[in-house]
Structures are given as structure tokens and as C-alpha cells.
């Protein structure tokens, strides 16, 4: 059985639109694949109207959160999409997007790059709006080669020149929330030192002590040193250990499946969950 519980869709910065994510996922050999846009569940409903035979649907969102001036990702599953206060997070920090885009397009054109709000919106559509999409702004207009490549102190990257920050959730408020929704937790990448700077071992101990059920450890943005480092934590604290593709479509370069959970993991993940049950493939339309 192969597992992978973390990708993107057009409903936030992702390139394929929930259908299509389905159908790929089963064309990429997938048994139960976990929609998680960034801060939306928008997608939902039409990734379950497309769902092949064969696959499951694992619902979810990736909160984004920040602890102690650090940024962070919440892998969120399972939950109720429907409860209210979780919900009402999600827009929150979903709407927040909107202005804080337009910062950043403000600040690309104080810095003499052409680039419009209308640009971005456009390459946005209906998603959760965020920095990739202004990054592919910046490709379209020959600024930088590739979406990577504006992630950096001169463009994008936290804290470059510009970066603007966006609304985060406190991380224990929204383990608390997530819970209070049925849903299970799991940090996502927590050791990608390439994106800035990590949130220490210590404050993962209490996140863990708050209810975090596990760390997603398999994932591109760790080398082989950091994943035997956080699967000798997750050990230490109790957590489960997850492992995922993080697929963005034709915007980052992993493809589906190619980094997977247990499906053991899986399995304990379903039982904890009273939110939300996986969804069977009906066959899609
Ligand atoms: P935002 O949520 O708008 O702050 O954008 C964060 C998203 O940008 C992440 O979910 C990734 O998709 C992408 N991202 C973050 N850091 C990098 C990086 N160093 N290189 C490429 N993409 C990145
Ligand atoms: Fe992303
Ligand atoms: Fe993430
Ligand atoms: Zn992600």
C-alpha cells in the first residue's frame, strides 16, 4: 500500500487542480493520497467528485503557524471542515494572503520590477494566494530562471527584500483547535533549513507535550543526517513519523509518491481521527 500525505493543488500554490491531483495520484500508482493546501479546504469537493476507484482521499490542510518569531507548518488531518472556530481560523489566514501578496507586489515595484497585483491574481485563480505564485510572476518576466530561485534574501526568502510577513497561527492554539475538530497533527518539514531557521528540539518536546501526534521525517527538504536526527526524536517524544511528497505540481520538481508513510502510520492516524473519515475513490467523473 503506498501512502503520500502531503500535496498541493490549484487550491492553494499548487499546479494541478484537484481533479487532476486525484487522477495522477492513481496514475502515479498511489493508494491513499491527503490533499493539503495551504490554510483552505477549498478543494475538497471537487477532488472528491473526481476521486478514481482504487484511490482514498485523506482530507487535510497545512496551517501555517510561527513560533517564537520562527515560521512553521502544521500538517492538519481529518478534521471536521466544517467546525466553526477551525474554520474560521482558516479563512483568517487564508484572506490575510490577499494584502500581504500585494505588500510583496509593492515592494518587487519600489524595487523596479513590472510586476502588477492583476499578474499575480491571474496566476493565483481561486487559490490560497503565496509567495510561489508571485515567484512564478518573477519567471514570467525573466526577473529569476526558476520559482526556486526567488526564494532568496534578494526577493522572497524570509526576511528579503520582498518579503512580507503573513498572519500565523500560534502553533499550541492550533494543535488545540485541530484536536477540537477531530483532527490528527503532524509538523511538516521540520528540519528544512533551506527555507530559514527551524524550530528548536525543545519547543517541538512541548508542542508534543501539547498534543502533536507526529513529524513528517521522509521529505525532500531533509538530508539523510536530519531524517536519522528526527526519527531518533520522534522516538524519544512519542510521535509518529510520516513521510510525503509535498507535490506542487509542475512547481517544484518531486513527483507524487516519491517519498511515502507507513502504512501502519496510516492506519494509527485513521483511528485517532473522529473529524472526518478517508474518502474511497467511487471513480470520478
Ligand atoms: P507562503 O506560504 O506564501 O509564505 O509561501 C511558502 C511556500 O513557498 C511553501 O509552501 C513552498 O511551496 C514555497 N517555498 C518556501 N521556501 C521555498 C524555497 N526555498 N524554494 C522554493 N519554494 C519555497
Ligand atoms: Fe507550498
Ligand atoms: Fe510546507
Ligand atoms: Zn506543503
Known amino acids: 500500500m503506498r501512502v503520500d500525505l502531503h500535496t498541493h493543488s ?3 500554490d499548487g499546479t494541478d487542480s484537484p481533479a487532476e491531483l486525484v487522477r495522477n495520484a ?6 491513499v493520497v491527503a490533499l493539503t493546501d495551504h490554510d483552505t479546504s477549498r478543494g475538497y469537493a471537487e477532488a472528491i467528485d473526481a476521486l478514481p476507484s482504487g484511490l ?9 503557524c510561527r513560533i517564537d518569531g520562527v515560521s512553521m507548518h502544521l500538517l492538519a488531518y481529518l478534521f471536521d471542515p466544517e467546525e466553526p472556530a477551525l474554520l474560521a481560523e482558516r479563512e483568517l489566514v487564508r484572506d490575510d494572503r490577499v494584502p500581504r501578496a500585494q505588500g510583496m507586489v509593492a515592494k518587487l515595484q519600489e524595487l523596479g520590477v513590472p510586476v502588477t497585483w492583476e499578474q499575480v491574481a491571474r496566476i493565483a485563480g481561486q487559490g490560497s494566494v503565496g509567495r510561489p505564485h508571485v515567484a512564478t510572476a518573477l519567471v514570467e518576466l525573466g526577473v529569476v530562471p526558476t520559482v526556486n530561485d526567488a526564494f532568496t534574501v534578494d ?6 527584500r520582498a ?7 500560534d502553533p499550541f492554539e492550533a494543535i488545540r483547535l485541530v484536536k477540537a475538530a477531530g483532527g490528527v497533527t503532524v509538523f511538516a518539514h521540520p528540519g528544512a533549513s533551506k527555507r530559514g531557521h527551524t524550530v528548536p528540539e525543545a519547543a517541538i518536546a512541548e508542542m508534543a507535550a501539547a498534543g502533536l501526534d507526529g513529524i513528517e521525517v521522509e521529505h525532500m527538504d531533509h538530508d539523510a543526517e536530519t531524517r536519522v536526527r528526527l526519527r531518533g526524536l520522534a522516538k524519544e517524544l512519542g510521535l509518529l513519523v510520516t513521510g510525503s511528497s509535498d507535490y506542487h505540481g509542475s512547481r517544484k520538481s518531486v513527483q507524487l509518491g516519491e517519498y511515502t508513510t507507513d502504512p501502519e502510520v496510516y492506519g494509527e492516524i485513521t483511528r485517532r481521527a473522529t473529524g472526518a473519515f478517508p474518502v474511497p475513490g467511487a471513480g470520478g467523473v
Open 10 to 12: 490549484t487550491a492553494s
Open 26 to 31: 492513481a496514475a502515479a500508482g498511489l493508494d
Open 56 to 64: 482514498t482521499l485523506v482530507t487535510g490542510a497545512e496551517m501555517s
Open 155 to 160: 526577493w522572497l526568502a524570509d526576511g528579503g
Open 163 to 169: 518579503h512580507v510577513a503573513k498572519h500565523e497561527t
